[in-house]
């Protein structure tokens, strides 16, 4: 006889524990354990029954797996939580027994990170267990920048201190260094939360969102405890990261911080970087706010020349023993013209034809390289400057009042090419009497003054150059100007779909083009219509009913031997009689207009024949579709009743977005309508 199972000690009872049973078996509070769930990765489980998995009689509602909180038996944090718990204690009681000189020594021994700044733990052994290997933690970076980010950008209160806010801004800017110099930002947009940004890393796809450098205000529905765990998690991640990253493009890690140079909000100028390459320290690119030394170095300058002139003395010595100098130049030609890199050729007319291999794939990384900006003060600094700087310009300058850290302040230099402009253009002439001073701080040029031969854009034109890979036409983003559509560079477009980048003639269907012309026609009849309406009434109105008269005289002359021959076709379909209604109603309708403008009734006959054209082609489509329809039905009648359903599944999926881009489409026609008009206006 097997041996009797008891309730609650085999099966999914044995296999989960609720967090109340957790929480006493490792003897900590529930923030405590809260905290610790966070930082290793443990979440709720979802039992299939929760009767069988509850011990008792009514069913909790959070599950753990057994094996995870057996897991977190051996963790090395739990001993920290436990010393901390046990020294309040101590603290707690040494107050209550009235003896303040025992509590304030305990005191001291405790370990106070909001008042001192060191933590009681560290989560560096916590990081190598849940990221094995660098990949690992790259791809789990997405949220861990979009969260450290945000925090960056909160106000210092109760529950976020303003060290967790200064550390997280500075883990932030070493994160933008790296993507400065490595030249790794690939795209971005900008949306109603924030800025979107893709980096690839080592071959990963990292995706962030930043938030608009606004002043956020603090609700007290948002519980800063929970997201405060995760941050401190990720302040130690990123800070493995940066290492990592500084040392793969050997940079020394940290970089030198400047506090003075941070509280004048000098932000990615605040950082020095030094390379870990002795022979070589010049070669790391620094931000600074001087201006690039435009000749060589004197000592560099002094050696090229002296091996120059070596060469020269060297040649000349070969000559005159007779040797041929050309010889060794020919064979640097030769080698030189067969350094080039392989095509691939079609073996047969007509095969494929594969990518053509080149040196660079790409040269968006220096797509500002030979640009000098400025950014007026009503850009926003932060995110132009990281996006400049790490696509290849070198010269970046902006107002005072945004901070230190500019190539130049003077707007009027004449080394600035491009000038990033957002206010409105002004159209007021400049008064004779005027200073050209507000209450704020004095312009060096009026609102609506330009500097000659320089361009002057809105900031998207930066953003769509970025995503699109070259620089767009300055004349499409100039102040003022109606800005293009900003699309979403992360979108996949699948084919048959809406596409915005595509002209709407060659993605929409025929029955849709038909439709736009007939629209178009329309409004040109009623344009019309109101001209001659506008002129003397009575004498058009006589010439109309003379030209009605002759063209209804003129017009009838017996029947054709078309029509007579449709007349006495046999069988005659639903669609003549169709027609026949549509062709009523139109009459009636042209009845009432006349009877309401007094005028003569317009017959069929007097239709325009583009008109006619278009009815006709219309009606072959419908006819078309509804053999199609047709057709249709009788190949799903001759499918299984499951295939059917999964067939009439995907049917109704496709008819779904089929309907949203033909909104998508009708609503673009409309704007473009809409232009125009106001073009011809």
């Given at each position: 006889?097997?041996?009797?199972?008891?309730?609650?000690?085999?099966?999914?009872?044995?296999?989960?524990?609720?967090?109340?049973?957790?929480?006493?078996?490792?003897?900590?509070?529930?923030?405590?354990?809260?905290?610790?769930?966070?930082?290793?990765?443990?979440?709720?489980?979802?039992?299939?029954?929760?009767?069988?998995?509850?011990?008792?009689?009514?069913?909790?509602?959070?599950?753990?797996?057994?094996?995870?909180?057996?897991?977190?038996?051996?963790?090395?944090?739990?001993?920290?939580?436990?010393?901390?718990?046990?020294?309040?204690?101590?603290?707690?009681?040494?107050?209550?027994?009235?003896?303040?000189?025992?509590?304030?020594?305990?005191?001291?021994?405790?370990?106070?990170?909001?008042?001192?700044?060191?933590?009681?733990?560290?989560?560096?052994?916590?990081?190598?267990?849940?990221?094995?290997?660098?990949?690992?933690?790259?791809?789990?970076?997405?949220?861990?920048?979009?969260?450290?980010?945000?925090?960056?950008?909160?106000?210092?209160?109760?529950?976020?201190?303003?060290?967790?806010?200064?550390?997280?801004?500075?883990?932030?800017?070493?994160?933008?260094?790296?993507?400065?110099?490595?030249?790794?930002?690939?795209?971005?947009?900008?949306?109603?939360?924030?800025?979107?940004?893709?980096?690839?890393?080592?071959?990963?796809?990292?995706?962030?969102?930043?938030?608009?450098?606004?002043?956020?205000?603090?609700?007290?529905?948002?519980?800063?405890?929970?997201?405060?765990?995760?941050?401190?998690?990720?302040?130690?991640?990123?800070?493995?990261?940066?290492?990592?990253?500084?040392?793969?493009?050997?940079?020394?890690?940290?970089?030198?911080?400047?506090?003075?140079?941070?509280?004048?909000?000098?932000?990615?100028?605040?950082?020095?970087?030094?390379?870990?390459?002795?022979?070589?320290?010049?070669?790391?690119?620094?931000?600074?706010?001087?201006?690039?030394?435009?000749?060589?170095?004197?000592?560099?300058?002094?050696?090229?020349?002296?091996?120059?002139?070596?060469?020269?003395?060297?040649?000349?010595?070969?000559?005159?023993?007779?040797?041929?100098?050309?010889?060794?130049?020919?064979?640097?030609?030769?080698?030189?013209?067969?350094?080039?890199?392989?095509?691939?050729?079609?073996?047969?007319?007509?095969?494929?034809?594969?990518?053509?291999?080149?040196?660079?794939?790409?040269?968006?990384?220096?797509?500002?390289?030979?640009?000098?900006?400025?950014?007026?003060?009503?850009?926003?600094?932060?995110?132009?400057?990281?996006?400049?700087?790490?696509?290849?310009?070198?010269?970046?300058?902006?107002?005072?009042?945004?901070?230190?850290?500019?190539?130049?302040?003077?707007?009027?230099?004449?080394?600035?090419?491009?000038?990033?402009?957002?206010?409105?253009?002004?159209?007021?002439?400049?008064?004779?009497?005027?200073?050209g001073e507000d209450n704020q701080t004095s312009q060096k040029l009026a609102s609506n003054q330009r500097m000659p031969g320089r361009v002057y854009v809105q900031p998207q034109w930066v953003w769509d150059s970025i995503n699109d890979g070259e620089?767009?036409?300055?004349?499409?983003?100039?102040?003022?100007?109606?800005?293009?559509?900003?699309?979403?560079?992360?979108?996949?477009?699948?084919?048959?779909?809406?596409?915005?980048?595509?002209?709407?003639?060659?993605?929409?269907?025929?029955?849709?083009?038909?439709?736009?012309?007939?629209?178009?026609?329309?409004?040109?009849?009623?344009?019309?219509?109101?001209?001659?309406?506008?002129?003397?009434?009575?004498?058009?109105?006589?010439?109309?009913?003379?030209?009605?008269?002759?063209?209804?005289?003129?017009?009838?002359?017996?029947?054709?031997?078309?029509?007579?021959?449709?007349?006495?076709?046999?069988?005659?379909?639903?669609?003549?009689?169709?027609?026949?209604?549509?062709?009523?109603?139109?009459?009636?309708?042209?009845?009432?207009?006349?009877?309401?403008?007094?005028?003569?009734?317009?017959?069929?006959?007097?239709?325009?024949?583009?008109?006619?054209?278009?009815?006709?082609?219309?009606?072959?489509?419908?006819?078309?579709?509804?053999?199609?329809?047709?057709?249709?039905?009788?190949?799903?009648?001759?499918?299984?009743?499951?295939?059917?359903?999964?067939?009439?599944?995907?049917?109704?999926?496709?008819?779904?977005?089929?309907?949203?881009?033909?909104?998508?489409?009708?609503?673009?026609?409309?704007?473009?309508?809409?232009?125009?008009?106001?073009?011809?206006?």
């Open positions: 006889m097997g041996k009797i199972k008891k309730k609650g000690e085999a099966g999914n009872a044995k296999n989960y524990i609720t967090r109340s049973q957790a929480v006493r078996k490792l003897q900590i509070s529930l923030p405590d354990f809260r905290q610790l769930c966070i930082w290793k990765g443990i979440f709720p489980r979802e039992p299939r029954n929760k009767k069988k998995v509850s011990k008792s009689s009514t069913p909790s509602t959070t599950f753990y797996y057994a094996k995870d909180i057996q897991y977190l038996l051996h963790e090395p944090l739990l001993q920290k939580f436990r010393d901390q718990k046990a020294l309040e204690k101590k603290i707690s009681k040494a107050l209550g027994r009235g003896d303040v000189g025992d509590a304030k020594r305990l005191e001291t021994n405790a370990v106070r990170p909001e008042k001192t700044g060191k933590p009681r733990y560290t989560l560096n052994h916590v990081i190598r267990e849940r990221y094995p290997t660098f990949v690992d933690a790259l791809r789990d970076l997405d949220d861990c920048l979009s969260m450290l980010f945000l925090f960056a950008n909160l106000p210092s209160t109760s529950t976020v201190p303003a060290k967790m806010i200064a550390r997280c801004e500075k883990l932030c800017l070493e994160f933008q260094h790296y993507l400065i110099v490595s030249q790794t930002l690939r795209k971005s947009f900008l949306s109603i939360k924030g800025i979107y940004y893709q980096a690839n890393i080592q071959g990963e796809d990292i995706l962030w969102l930043v938030p608009y450098k606004f002043n956020q205000r603090v609700v007290g529905d948002v519980d800063f405890r929970i997201m405060g765990t995760f941050v401190e998690f990720y302040m130690t991640l990123l800070g493995f990261v940066n290492f990592r990253l500084y040392t793969s493009i050997g940079l020394k890690y940290p970089p030198k911080f400047d506090e003075t140079k941070d509280d004048q909000a000098a932000e990615l100028a605040a950082f020095k970087l030094e390379s870990t390459r002795l022979d070589d320290p010049s070669s790391v690119p620094q931000i600074t706010n001087s201006e690039p030394q435009t000749g060589p170095d004197p000592k560099t300058q002094a050696a090229v020349t002296k091996l120059i002139q070596k060469m020269k003395e060297e040649a000349a010595n070969d000559t005159s023993d007779g040797a041929e100098p050309n010889v060794e130049a020919q064979g640097d030609q030769e080698e030189q013209s067969t350094d080039a890199i392989d095509k691939f050729e079609p073996v047969a007319p007509g095969g494929d034809v594969l990518p053509q291999p080149s040196y660079s794939e790409s040269n968006t990384e220096n797509l500002f390289a030979n640009c000098t900006f400025f950014l007026s003060r009503e850009a926003p600094r932060q995110p132009l400057e990281l996006l400049l700087r790490a696509f290849g310009c070198k010269r970046i300058g902006w107002d005072a009042v945004l901070g230190d850290g500019a190539f130049t302040t003077n707007e009027r230099d004449p080394s600035i090419t491009h000038q990033i402009v957002d206010r409105p253009v002004v159209q007021a002439a400049m008064e004779e009497s005027g200073d620089l767009k036409r300055p004349d499409q983003y100039a102040p003022g100007a109606q800005l293009p559509p900003h699309l979403s560079p992360f979108v996949q477009h699948t084919q048959g779909a809406y596409d915005p980048t595509i002209p709407l003639e060659d993605q929409q269907p025929e029955d849709e083009a038909l439709e736009d012309s007939d629209e178009e026609v329309d409004g040109d009849d009623l344009a019309v219509k109101g001209i001659e309406e506008g002129a003397d009434g009575m004498d058009i109105a006589s010439d109309d009913e003379e030209d009605e008269e002759d063209g209804d005289n003129d017009s009838f002359g017996g029947f054709s031997d078309e029509e007579d021959g449709g007349a006495n076709k046999k069988g005659q379909n639903n669609e003549d009689e169709d027609e026949d209604e549509e062709e009523a109603e139109l009459q009636y309708q042209r009845e009432l207009e006349a009877e309401l403008t007094g005028k003569p009734v317009k017959r069929a006959g007097s239709a325009n024949p583009q008109t006619k054209a278009k009815a006709e082609a219309r009606k072959k489509l419908a006819q078309k579709a509804r053999e199609e329809a047709e057709e249709l039905e009788r190949q799903k009648g001759m499918l299984s009743k499951k295939k059917r359903k999964l067939f009439e599944q995907m049917q109704y999926t496709n008819n779904k977005k089929s309907t949203e881009d033909k909104a998508l489409r009708l609503k673009r026609r409309k704007l473009e309508k809409a232009k125009g008009q106001q073009g011809k206006a």
